[in-house]
């Protein structure tokens, strides 16, 4: 169910606000996602992680990505109140829930390249 | 949606997708803009863009956006460059570090175009008010910088003309505080021809440049008129005349005016509206105290106006004190005016009337506390003989075209003794005599006297002998009032006879009067204990002319001139 991960009210937004830059904000919030996921399975120190799960928050919450966004909120408060027992679990929803976003968005590319 | 101004805005974010989305909502909002993916980039490009607005995300790598802020706000000086912080903290402590950093504004994410938008518009009025303050503090601090050039400007003009005169005189000590012009404080001291000294006391209603726009006209009426020679109540009536003229209805001129003359051993006074002055004698006890009997000069039209003035002896040593309102209305630190009382305590203590100018400003400063800057104060010595020292005449012809082959005659009747002088007019006359211009002032004093002598002992036929005491000197001048003021008819005749001799030449005066004339033998035997305060005129005739007698039964004085 894409209703759940993705708010249309703010995808719409995007949509008109970016008009023929949509694609490309597709793409490199599409990209940038993923050197965000690599920086949170890479981090070495609560800090790095809190800082990585910041940042993937903030642009997943602009690309309409709710479930993303809280999870990321979720990483974030973790990171500040170590210990970190437990956490893996955390970012392999994270990774779960990024491979939904990146399904819907990918099809967003396909829906309007053949359009 | 083009904005209603287009702005430069600086857009600070580290991910990707979130600057080409913000840049892109700015974009369309009709501004332009520049980005930068950290904070030390978005320092850089301050400085080199001077943007007018920048969008700060909180968390960057490299240089974080708070960081970011104290540079761009440090390097943007007194100008408002609005920061909006973009953020997700949602923690106090994350929103508060954002504001001590400089931040203005926060946007959280989600970005709503329309939330952006608002800001920007609020953050771009307030840029707009902060610069425009600043343009008016700049302008105002110009505007202050010219006027007080103006004001440096204006006092040295007004120096140049109210020190024309003799303050500097050794007998004259004065204290006028460095801007007193500018609340409407006015000095002014002069010598007339036959060596009196005049002095002013003025003090123009209100403050700042409107009260001292009055005070040149007033110099320029009293030096004028007192070189030339004219009396206490010319001067008067012609100040008071253009003042009434030029000054708004609502402006006015308080002020004491003074003769000192050496030669009668007396004062001539008016106070117009001023505080009262003290005639102290030479130990400092309190002798009269000179009283304001009159309206300020400038209100009353010249029908109304009233010349009248107060004889008071004045012997050498003795002093007057004058002062403005300045020095009574000192206030303490809880607003307590000095007043009268106080001042009356300085006089009644003082021992040695040479140090009563420091105990005054001694009581004052012990007093207030903190000094006005409109006060005056002044203290006259009455000099003696030896003392004089007038300033010297200065004389812009080459006196080739003096003529010396002439004769007048001058008679003033009836009503026109009542007001008018011939005096200053005549001596204005000799002057074109280059031979006699050196004793102008022997000439004032000589011609002054004899036209007094007319008009009082003859005319209106006055007993000198009633100038023996102070009382008397009183009386006599109440008297000379009365009878001039019910006079009808009489004269004073006055005859010029020059002629021109070898190198020189020579002058004949002739006064005449309508009066009974007295026993000259009589008057001239007289012991000089006697004419301390009476007699003296004719002695001081016989000393300041070449030669000097009387005929007809003293009703014509023939006095002559030889050079």
């Not at chain 2, 404080?185 to 060596?195: E, I, N, Q, R, V």
């Not at chain 2, 002093?319 to 007043?339: I, K, N």
């Not at chain 2, 109440?478 to 020579?506: C, H, K, M, N, S």
């Amino acid at each position: 169910m894409t209703d759940m991960h993705i708010d249309h009210r703010v995808l719409s937004d995007l949509r008109e606000v970016m008009e023929d830059g949509y694609l490309l904000l597709v793409q490199t919030f599409l990209e940038d996602s993923e050197r965000r996921l690599s920086q949170l399975h890479a981090a070495r120190s609560a800090e790095e992680l809190g800082l990585a799960a910041h940042s993937f928050k903030g642009s997943s919450s602009n690309m309409g990505a709710v479930g993303l966004a809280n999870l990321c909120q979720e990483l974030e408060e973790r990171a500040r109140r170590p210990p970190l027992y437990g956490i893996e679990d955390l970012i392999n929803r994270i990774d779960q829930e990024f491979f939904e976003v990146q399904t819907f968005y990918r099809g967003e590319q396909q829906r309007i390249s053949a359009g | 949606m083009p904005a209603e101004q287009a702005l430069t805005v600086l857009v600070a974010e580290d991910g990707a997708a979130d600057r080409l989305l913000l840049a892109q909502i700015v974009r369309r909002q009709g501004h332009q803009v520049f980005t930068a993916e950290n904070g030390e980039q978005a320092v850089a490009l301050f400085i080199e863009r001077r943007p007018q607005l920048v969008l700060l995300d909180a968390l960057m790598p490299v240089m974080d956006g708070f960081e970011a802020a104290r540079q761009i706000k440090a390097l943007a000086g007194e100008a408002l460059v609005p920061i909006i912080f973009l953020t997700s903290l949602n923690e106090e402590e994350g929103l508060v570090r954002c504001l001590e950093a400089g931040g203005d504004d926060f946007m959280a994410k989600p970005y709503s175009a329309v939330i952006l938008g608002a800001k920007i518009r609020a953050m771009d009025r307030l840029r707009r008010l902060q610069a425009t303050v600043l343009e008016q503090r700049d302008q105002i601090t110009r505007h202050h910088h010219h006027l007080l050039n103006e004001q440096r400007v204006a006092k040295a003009v007004f120096d140049k003309v109210a020190h024309s005169g003799c303050l500097a005189a050794p007998n004259i000590r004065y204290l006028q505080s460095p801007y007193a012009l500018f609340n409407g404080d006015l000095m002014l001291a002069a010598f007339t021809p036959s060596g009196d000294m005049r002095v002013l006391l003025g003090d123009f209603t209100g403050h700042g440049l409107p009260a001292a726009v009055g005070a040149m006209p007033l110099a320029e009426v009293f030096y004028g008129m007192t070189a030339k020679g004219y009396g206490m109540a010319q001067v008067l009536r012609e100040m008071n005349a253009k003042l009434k003229r030029i000054l708004p209805v609502d402006m006015f001129c308080c002020a004491l005016l003074l003769n000192l003359s050496m030669q009668r051993g007396s004062v001539e006074v008016w106070n117009g509206g001023m505080p009262d002055g003290y005639r102290l004698a030479v130990d400092g006890q309190v002798l009269s105290v000179l009283s304001s009997r009159h309206l300020p000069l400038g209100i009353l039209d010249a029908e109304r106006f009233d010349d009248s003035t107060e004889v008071l002896p004045l012997a050498p040593g003795e002093r007057l004190l004058l002062l403005s309102d300045g020095v009574l209305d000192t206030a303490d630190d809880q607003e307590r005016l000095f007043g009268v009382q106080r001042l009356r305590r300085v006089l009644a203590d003082n021992r040695d009337p040479v140090r009563l100018f420091d105990e005054v400003m001694q009581a004052l400063e012990r007093f207030g506390g903190r000094p006005r800057d409109d006060i005056s104060l002044c203290d006259i010595r009455m000099f003696s003989a030896e003392e004089r020292v007038p300033a010297p005449m200065i004389y812009s012809d080459s006196g080739r075209s003096s003529p010396l082959d002439w004769s007048l005659g001058f008679e003033v009747r009836g009503q026109s003794l009542k007001r008018f002088n011939p005096v200053p007019y005549l001596v204005q006359l000799l002057q074109e005599i280059h031979g006699l211009r050196a004793r102008t002032g022997n000439l004032h004093s000589v011609l002054s006297e004899l036209y007094s002598n007319a008009l009082e002992h003859g005319v209106l036929g006055l007993d000198s002998q009633l100038k023996r005491d102070v009382q008397g000197f009183a009386n006599y001048y109440q008297e000379r009032a009365r009878r001039l003021g019910v006079l009808t008819d009489g004269y004073v005749r006055i005859d010029f006879q020059v002629e021109p001799q070898a190198d020189g030449g020579r002058l004949m005066i002739e006064v005449r009067d309508s009066g009974a004339g007295f026993d000259v033998q009589r008057v001239l035997s007289r012991p000089s204990l006697e004419q301390e305060l009476s007699g003296r005129g004719l002695n001081l005739v016989r000393r300041l002319a070449s030669s000097a007698h009387w005929s007809d039964g003293g009703r014509c004085a023939h006095v002559e001139f030889v050079w």
